[in-house]
């Protein structure tokens, strides 16, 4: 067990920091149009876990087991996410477009945030990985498939993310529809030469236009 932090562990706080933002957007949006959040809400903390609150990461990681703090603060996150999409759109199928909105924004966001001058796609999906929470550095689950000046592409190789909607109850098509305009608003922004596509047999690419 780690007892140090390191850049990687603070890389990985700022991701989870990220997919919480996210989390505040969706109770605001659910708030906003008259649904009853506030019981969910209270639910899914008590069950899973509060959010970080966006405390110095010194002040709160457990340095005795760094690896599993971090890991068990991923699955917080997003067990909370998938409750409450899927109890927003049990209720409100037609928050589906404000919610990819919330997302898109995001994108968006983090790539002014980013400042990066990313002049090739594979210097676009780098950027995008810092800020994309995908489980933990060790799981690897992207797998390249194509890298040149005019296309990156990758595959995923598991889905770490099913276990968490299975435990929601919801589709995981939702979190993927959700994160591909992540994926799409992040890319236009860094660098409007590129698009992102997902193609039938489920490989996302990095173009370019």
């Known amino acids: 067990m780690s007892l140090f932090l390191g850049k990687i562990h603070h890389w990985l706080y700022n991701k989870i920091l990220w997919f919480e933002e996210a989390e505040k957007e969706i109770i605001k949006l659910a708030e906003d149009q008259g649904l009853s959040i506030e019981k969910v809400v209270?639910?899914?903390?008590?069950?899973y876990g509060e959010p970080t609150g966006r405390k110095p990461l010194e002040e709160i990681i457990d340095t005795s087991n760094i690896h599993g703090w971090l890991q068990q603060k991923i699955a917080s996150a997003e067990l909370r996410q998938a409750m409450l999409i899927t109890r927003i759109l049990g209720e409100k199928p037609e928050l589906r477009e404000p919610l990819?909105?919330?997302?898109?924004?995001?994108?968006?966001?983090?790539?002014?945030?980013?400042?990066?001058?990313a002049a090739s796609p594979?210097?676009?999906?780098r950027a995008m990985n810092d800020y994309l929470?995908?489980?933990m550095p060790c799981d690897r689950?992207?797998?390249?498939?194509?890298?040149?000046?005019?296309?990156?592409a990758w595959k995923t190789t598991m889905c770490l993310h099913q276990p968490y909607w299975e435990e929601?109850?919801?589709?995981v098509q939702n979190f993927y529809d959700l994160r591909e305009a992540w994926i799409s608003a992040f890319v236009k922004t860094v660098n409007p030469e590129f698009k992102y596509e997902k193609s039938a047999n489920g490989i996302n690419r990095i173009i370019r236009k």
């Open 42 to 47: 209270e639910t899914v903390n008590e069950k």
């Open 100 to 117: 990819v909105g919330i997302f898109s924004d995001q994108g968006t966001k983090a790539a002014r945030d980013a400042r990066v001058d």
């Open 133 to 135: 929470l995908e489980g």
């Open 168 to 171: 929601a109850q919801g589709d």
């Open 141 to 152: 689950v992207s797998e390249l498939v194509a890298d040149n000046e005019n296309e990156y």
């Open 122 to 125: 594979d210097e676009i999906f």
